[in-house]
């Protein structure tokens, strides 16, 4: 089977039977076009593991990679050529043959300081509905940007301050409003009932009154950021590593962030506790300091 046919395939079977995300399929189609530009013209049965690790330096080195994104390209021809090993196309994986590991410095999650946090909000404000609510679920829900653009009124519950969020692999959660302040703030945004059969399904919408794009909340946050005066560049991720921190170091019980946020696994949800112990730490040693300075 030709490299071409091969990814064709595999992508064509990430959208219709795995139904994963845009995005992640986004991402799959670079890492496949990056594929085949590399082996341009071979088949599956000539990708031997060595070839792999020379490939594998090939994106570290020439194209100058990232390593998380490098370790991204691999996997994903890692799935592809786990799923062709069992349908019998080849052999075994080539993966199976190379200890093919990349390395990724550990790098701990960004978040929003208090006078941050409080910086977005006091401009939210002044903001556009849409950006005002945008900000607040993204700082009391920790939802995903993209998951935020995809919500839609069905599934917000605003007698049980509620909200059914469909995330990554098409896995369903809830999450709660916090106050009745943000039940309030959807329920005037969304308006009368008798009027929401004229309006588009999608709980956000642009200027246009068309639903917004996860690339128009992104730009929200960013404008929100700027109005504010802060130094360094805000994205509403930062906004939900900061909600799952917050939360954590509030004693909110690690199993119910990994609920929260929609990890699959309990280690994704672990790196904030890195950060918690950190604010923990600074903690410690300014009060330890005052401890000094009022001894002294």
Same mark, same amino acid.
């Given at each position: 089977?030709?490299i $071409?046919?091969?990814?064709?395939? #595999?992508r064509?079977y990430? !959208?219709r $039977?795995?139904h994963?995300?845009?995005?992640?399929?986004?991402a799959?189609?670079?890492?496949l076009?990056? #594929?085949r530009?590399? #082996?341009?013209?071979?088949?599956?049965a000539e990708? =031997?593991g060595?070839?792999?690790?020379?490939?594998s330096?090939? *994106?570290?080195?020439? @194209?100058?990679?990232?390593p998380? =994104?490098?370790?991204? @390209?691999?996997?994903?021809?890692?799935?592809?050529f786990?799923?062709?090993?069992r349908?019998g196309e080849?052999p075994?994986?080539? #993966?199976?043959?190379v200890?093919? @590991?990349i390395?990724?410095?550990g790098r701990?999650?960004?978040?929003l300081?208090a006078? &941050?946090?409080?910086?977005?909000?006091k401009?939210a404000q002044?903001?556009?509905?849409t /950006?005002?609510?945008?900000?607040a679920?993204?700082l009391?829900?920790?939802?995903r940007?993209?998951?935020l653009?995809?919500?839609?009124?069905?599934d917000?519950?605003?007698?049980?301050?509620?909200?059914r969020?469909?995330?990554?692999?098409?896995? !369903?959660r809830?999450?709660?409003?916090?106050?009745?302040?943000?039940?309030l703030a959807? &329920?005037?945004?969304?308006?009368?009932?008798?009027?929401?059969?004229?309006r588009?399904?999608?709980?956000?919408?642009?200027?246009?009154?068309?639903p917004?794009?996860?690339a128009?909340? @992104?730009?929200?946050?960013k404008?929100?950021a700027e109005?504010?005066?802060?130094a360094?560049?805000?994205?509403?991720?930062?906004l939900?590593h =900061?909600?799952?921190t917050?939360l954590? &170091? /509030?004693?909110?019980?690690?199993?119910?962030?990994?609920r929260?946020?929609?990890?699959?696994?309990i280690?994704t949800?672990?790196?904030?506790?890195?950060v918690?112990?950190? /604010?923990?730490? /600074?903690?410690?040693?300014?009060?330890?300091?005052?401890? *000094? &300075?009022e001894?002294?």
């Amino acid at each position: 089977m030709k490299i $071409e046919t091969m990814c064709a395939n #595999f992508r064509d079977y990430c !959208e219709r $039977e795995r139904h994963l995300a845009t995005n992640t399929l986004a991402a799959y189609d670079q890492d496949l076009a990056e #594929f085949r530009r590399y #082996f341009e013209g071979r088949c599956a049965a000539e990708i =031997t593991g060595d070839a792999l690790v020379a490939y594998s330096r090939y *994106l570290l080195s020439e @194209r100058g990679l990232a390593p998380a =994104t490098a370790k991204r @390209r691999l996997a994903c021809l890692k799935a592809m050529f786990s799923r062709l090993a069992r349908q019998g196309e080849i052999p075994a994986t080539p #993966f199976a043959s190379v200890d093919l @590991r990349i390395r990724i410095p550990g790098r701990l999650p960004r978040c929003l300081t208090a006078a &941050e946090m409080k910086g977005i909000l006091k401009e939210a404000q002044n903001a556009s509905p849409t /950006a005002r609510l945008t900000a607040a679920l993204l700082l009391s829900t920790g939802v995903r940007v993209s998951e935020l653009a995809a919500l839609r009124l069905q599934d917000i519950d605003l007698d049980q301050r509620s909200i059914r969020i469909v995330g990554k692999g098409n896995r !369903e959660r809830q999450v709660f409003l916090p106050n009745d302040g943000i039940a309030l703030a959807i &329920e005037k945004y969304i308006g009368a009932p008798e009027s929401r059969a004229a309006r588009p399904d999608k709980l956000l919408l642009n200027t246009r009154q068309q639903p917004a794009s996860p690339a128009s909340l @992104r730009l929200y946050i960013k404008t929100l950021a700027e109005k504010a005066g802060l130094a360094r560049r805000i994205t509403p991720h930062m906004l939900r590593h =900061t909600t799952a921190t917050t939360l954590l &170091e /509030a004693g909110v019980d690690i199993r119910f962030v990994q609920r929260l946020l929609g990890h699959q696994s309990i280690a994704t949800t672990q790196i904030y506790t890195h950060v918690s112990d950190r /604010a923990l730490k /600074a903690a410690i040693v300014r009060a330890n300091v005052c401890c *000094l &300075e009022e001894a002294a």
